[in-house]
């Protein structure tokens, strides 16, 4: 049992108060308050970390960095970056850097929706079980052995009443038995148990991707794929980002709707990658459409340097929500098109905040909530998107940041945002969030590589990636194209791995595993 102390501040005073926690048991915190603007709505545990013990805090959104930290560890914002860089590529954007401080004291973390102390196969699990209101921000301060949690709804209105503060969880024991309470407790199931594995154009080209491109990779992977299985053709189809009704002239004259029937034909599933939410700079959503954009201060709100520099559309706005309704009408049902999934990504753009009426959660709850109903029942993988705000939702949800053709990506990138490109720093967040597989929907780690060509990976490391994504996802995508015999039969070993292997027990140091009764230990170096 364990007290929590909570304070609620407004514009008209502060109300504060305290509960009893019990471990197993959820508590929600719904107290009568008078009507004002919230100002602060915080609690706080006092709560020692062992000797030994680990931390691991929830980044705000897939490819947010997560590492588990020891009691003298602490998160590393943007600060080291230049700030004419940030501004010229709004590094700030891509995660919670525009509205949560980092502590730079030894010791100090912080993270979104759940958090978990960990000493040896032992583990307290600390979780929202609603954040919907609003964000569940955990901070701690190993200093202090304090233990602080933060509503994220600065600015709301409350009209007077109840108002829902805090809605958690906290469980003890092992990993599975925790997160199997969380989960229990929440109510929440995930949309498909069907394991997907396939091809994404995505590491073999980017965005260089042409016609007679996707037909060569569609030939060579078709003779490794399986009846059932997926592929899916990644960005540079389009003519640009936003442009979802124009493909690109020169790269695919011929438009891209006939790949869904090649696939079907020979028994695959199609796929086909958008970013619904954004419009880059160059493209003429941008040009024609200024009033679809979300605003903030008055300013559109640039949500990053990718292509060109790319901003956020309204989700509010009839125009917008009119044009994504016939984009995925057009994807998904008409032309003779059918894909049967779509691949959503950098979702994070549709709540970058909210209003006095809305908290940025509850808006990332409402956009998850507007493209399950825009894709029936095709299927959804969802990526760049807060994580808790896609349980049930999304069939699928990436789990990492992007993997990169080496081992960490460029040296000059390594200090830079926690959503950059990273294999192993995509390795870490596959392993931390691996309890979400199955749980809140299948979990993609991102993709996988055999090929010697167009590849910096090592030998090692490509076995390392490809045997944690076999057995901590739901989704085992290659980006190989041609592959020779003797990667056809390690594609068919993963391949099995992935089908039918037994994961043991799973850490940042190493991976335990059985298939058809062997077991096997992997050494991680991460």
């Known amino acids: 049992m364990a007290e929590l102390r909570w304070k609620v501040v407004t514009d008209r005073g502060t109300t504060t108060g305290t509960a009893e926690w019990n471990a197993g048991e959820p508590l929600r915190l719904h107290p009568d308050l008078p009507k004002g603007i919230f100002r602060q709505v915080t609690a706080e545990l006092d709560w020692p970390m062992e000797d030994g013990e680990r931390l691991f805090m929830n980044g705000y959104q897939t490819w947010t960095y997560s590492p588990e930290l020891g009691k003298t560890d602490r998160l590393r914002g943007i600060d080291q970056i230049p700030k004419f860089l940030t501004k010229k590529y709004a590094f700030d954007r891509y995660g919670d850097y525009h509205f949560v401080s980092y502590s730079k004291e030894p010791g100090t973390s912080h993270g979104f929706s759940y958090c978990t102390f960990r000493k040896g196969d032992q583990y307290k699990l600390l979780a929202s079980l609603d954040d919907r209101p609003g964000y569940t921000i955990f901070r701690y301060s190993a200093q202090k052995a304090l233990l602080t949690l933060e509503r ?63 037909e060569a990779d569609f030939k060579a992977c078709r003779e490794y794929l399986r009846p059932g ?21 020169y790269k695919f004259p011929l438009g891209i709707y006939r790949f869904a029937d090649m696939a079907h034909t020979y028994g695959l599933k199609a796929g086909l990658w958008l970013a619904p939410f954004i419009c880059e700079t160059d493209s003429d959503l941008y040009r024609d459409h200024p009033d679809w954009l979300l605003r903030h201060e008055g300013k559109p709100w640039r949500c990053g340097g990718n292509w060109s520099g790319f901003y956020a559309l309204d989700i509010d706005h009839p125009g917008v929500r009119d044009y994504l309704a016939k984009v995925f009408d057009n994807v998904l049902n008409r032309y003779g098109c059918n894909y049967d999934l779509v691949k959503l990504d950098f979702l994070y753009a549709a709540a970058p905040f909210g209003t006095d009426r809305e908290t940025r959660a509850g808006r990332m709850y409402r956009a998850m909530e507007m493209l399950r109903k825009w894709c029936g029942d095709k299927l959804m993988l969802a990526c760049g998107v807060p994580v808790m705000p896609a349980f049930g939702v999304a069939d699928y949800c990436r789990v990492s940041c992007d993997v990169s053709l080496d081992w960490d990506d460029v040296f000059y990138m390594r200090p830079m945002h926690r959503e950059r490109v990273s294999t192993r720093q995509a390795l870490n967040n596959t392993i931390l969030r691996a309890p979400l597989n199955g749980r809140a929907y299948g979990s993609d780690p991102d993709v996988f590589f055999l090929r010697t060509e167009n590849c910096r990976l090592t030998e090692e490391q ?38 039918r292997g037994i994961l043991e027990e799973c850490t940042v140091n190493g991976i335990t595993y059985s298939l058809d009764g062997n077991r096997e230990h992997i050494d991680l170096k991460l």
């Open 462 to 499: 490509k076995k390392t990636l490809a045997t944690v994504n076999a057995l901590c996802g739901q989704v085992f995508l290659t980006s190989d194209g041609k592959l020779t015999v003797e990667q056809k039969k390690d594609y068919a070993h993963y391949r099995d791995l992935f089908d």
């Open 229 to 249: 299985d997926l592929f899916q053709i990644d960005d540079g189809w389009e003519w640009k980002v936003g442009d979802w009704l124009k493909f690109h002239p």
């Open 152 to 214: 994220d709804c600065a600015g709301i209105r409350h009209r007077g009443g109840v108002y829902a503060i805090f809605d958690l969880f906290w469980g003890e024991g092992t990993e599975n038995a925790v997160y199997d309470g969380w989960f229990a407790a929440m109510g929440v199931k995930p949309r498909t148990k069907e394991k997907l594995a396939g091809y994404s154009s995505w590491y073999n080209h980017y965005q260089d991707i042409t016609n007679l491109g996707v």
